[in-house]
């Protein structure tokens, strides 16, 4: 069973920037579809990044610009790279991978972002 351990999370002033890095277990980001979601209290879980086992990425439209996820493969690594950050990008975030039976799975514990305004 494939883990995910998320870490980089903590407390910011508005405009400010994180670096979130998730480490896999196995060698799988670049075999795999893996996405940055965050959970806010009382909200929904919502995907924020993707990178594509292409290398190809897509955002929400919330974060589009402001956040940039990567990888490194020889560390079995994502990365999302947080800038300008905002109040409303206030969650835990998670990593998880996403399966050839059109699910995301394997999900970290999380981490929590908190920009203060």
């Known amino acids: 069973q494939v883990q995910l351990v998320e870490s980089g999370g903590g407390s910011v002033q508005a405009g400010g920037s994180l670096r979130l890095s998730c480490t896999a277990s196995?060698?799988?980001?670049?075999?795999?579809?893996m996405g940055w979601h965050r959970q806010a209290p009382g909200k929904q879980r919502e995907l924020v990044a993707r990178?594509?086992?292409?290398?190809?990425?897509s955002y929400a439209d919330s974060v589009k610009g402001r956040f940039t996820i990567s990888r490194d493969s020889a560390k079995n690594t994502v990365y999302l790279q947080m800038n300008s950050l905002k109040p409303e990008d206030t969650a835990v975030y998670y990593c998880?991978?996403?399966?050839?039976?059109?699910?995301?799975?394997?999900w970290g514990q999380g981490t929590q972002v908190t920009v203060s305004s």
């Open positions: 998880a991978r996403w399966t050839a039976r059109g699910s995301w799975t394997s």
């Open positions: 196995e060698n799988i980001v670049s075999r795999n579809s």
């Open positions: 990178i594509y086992s292409t290398g190809s990425t």
